[in-house]
Every structure is written in structure tokens, then in C-alpha cells.
T-cell receptor, first 112, second 112 residues
Framework: DPKIIQKPKYLVAVTGSEKILICEQY?????MYWYRQSAKKPLEFMFS???????DNQTASSRFQPQSSKKNHLDLQITALKPDDSATYFC???????????FGKGTRLTVV | DAKTTQPDSMESTEGETVHLPCSHA???????IYWYRQVPLQGPEYVTH???QNTTNSMAFLAIASDRKSSTLILPHVSLRDAAVYHC?????????????FGKGAKLTVSP
């Protein structure tokens, strides 16, 4: 019974298109994150949110925009998709910004 | 610019106790030692963390050297399900230090 739900599990997109990756957590956590893992590379931190406010952004490109409509939601909008954006995107959450972080199962994005 | 050093891989057999070493010679006083593990196609799984004292939970025992420059994750009676890449990560647990910086980790192989 997963407590961090990511949708969709798999996603194929055309170069130049826009997609939204969905993340909801039912752990009652106040902090949420996005990480990215490209093929055979370490997990890479992208964003952190606390109480729906952006706390840290390590993403160089403005094409990646987190969206938090509710405290337990942190979606990731990606515009003008490129093949290099192909990766598995993991959503994560923690009770607060400085407690254990728990990860979702990921959305595997392929840009063709 | 890795802050932790782990072996690339380790091998074990089911039922054995495994000792996974991690070196962090430049650790700061406010950095916690976190361990995560990841299997292919899944998000990282929290294992344990500690600051100075040894810690234990249902998954593992974390032994931290008295000078905090190294630590060892001890997995008792490993099973095939413990096969994963284990990540030793330093994390500042205050201010904006909520980011987890993953490296290559140590791949643990468990044989029947």
C-alpha cells in the first residue's frame, strides 16, 4: 500500500511537448522533493518544498516547474521536452525538512 | 567531490552478516550519516541514520567510529531481498540542508 503515489508510472513524450508528473503523499509530511535519475547515473536532487514553499532549487533549467496545489501534492511540469530529459523522476517526502526522506516508485519518462 | 567513500561492490551469501564500510574523513560536526539502499527500477529506501552514537533498527545496525570519520552498516543474516546498491550519505540536518546527495554507492550481491 504505497503512501507516496506517482502517476503515471511510465510516460512517453515527443520532443518539444509538455508533460506533468503527478505526486501525492499520504504520510502527513510537510516537506516534499523531486529527484531525477538518468540511465546509470546517481540520483540527482532537483527541488525541495516545505509547507508548499520552494526551499531549494538545484535545477538549472526553468523548463522544470514544481506545482503544489495542496500540502500533500507536488507535481512537476516539464516544458519543451528534450531527449536528454529522459530519466526516472522520483518524488519524495519527509515529516520536516530535516527528517528521514521517503521515496515514491518513480515515473519513467522517455522523450523521443 | 564525493564526501563519502565506499567500495564499489561487495559479495555475500544468504544468512551471513554483512559489514558495509563508509569513509567520511572530512565530516562536519553538524552532518548526520544516512544510509539508503536502492534496487533497480525502485526508489531509494531509507535504512538508518545516526550522528555520533551507534544506532539499531529492524533493518540494520549502524556503527559510527568515535572520531566519526568512518561508519559501518551491519546487516545481520542477509537474504536475497537485501541485494541492492547501498548509499552512505552525509546530510546537514538544519537550515536548508535537506538535500540528499547520492553517489554511486556500494552494490551488495547476495548469493543463495
Amino acid at each position: 500500500d504505497p503512501k507516496i503515489i506517482q502517476k503515471p508510472k511510465y510516460l512517453v513524450a515527443v520532443t518539444g511537448s509538455e508533460k506533468i508528473l503527478i505526486c501525492e503523499q499520504y504520510l502527513g509530511h510537510n516537506a516534499m522533493y523531486w529527484y531525477r535519475q538518468s540511465a546509470k547515473k546517481p540520483l540527482e536532487f532537483m527541488f525541495s518544498y516545505s509547507y508548499q514553499k520552494l526551499m531549494d532549487n538545484q535545477t538549472a533549467s526553468s523548463r522544470f516547474q514544481p506545482q503544489s496545489s495542496k500540502k500533500n501534492h507536488l507535481d512537476l511540469q516539464i516544458t519543451a521536452l528534450k531527449p536528454d530529459d529522459s530519466a526516472t523522476y522520483f518524488c519524495a517526502s519527509s515529516r520536516d525538512r530535516n527528517t528521514e526522506v521517503f521515496f515514491g516508485k518513480g515515473t519513467r519518462l522517455t522523450v523521443v | 567531490d564525493a564526501k563519502t567513500t565506499q567500495p564499489d561492490s561487495m559479495e555475500s551469501t544468504e544468512g551471513e552478516t554483512v559489514h558495509l564500510p563508509c569513509s567520511h574523513a572530512t565530516i562536519s560536526g553538524n552532518e548526520y550519516i544516512y544510509w539508503y539502499r536502492q534496487v533497480p527500477l525502485q526508489g531509494p529506501e531509507y535504512v538508518t541514520h545516526g550522528l555520533q552514537q551507534n544506532t539499531t533498527n529492524s533493518m540494520a545496525f549502524l556503527a559510527i567510529a568515535s572520531d566519526r570519520k568512518s561508519s559501518t552498516l551491519i546487516l545481520p543474516h542477509v537474504s536475497l531481498r537485501d541485494a541492492a546498491v547501498y548509499h552512505c550519505i552525509l546530510r546537514v540536518q538544519q537550515g536548508t540542508g535537506s538535500k540528499l546527495s547520492f553517489g554511486k554507492g556500494a552494490k551488495l550481491t547476495v548469493s543463495p
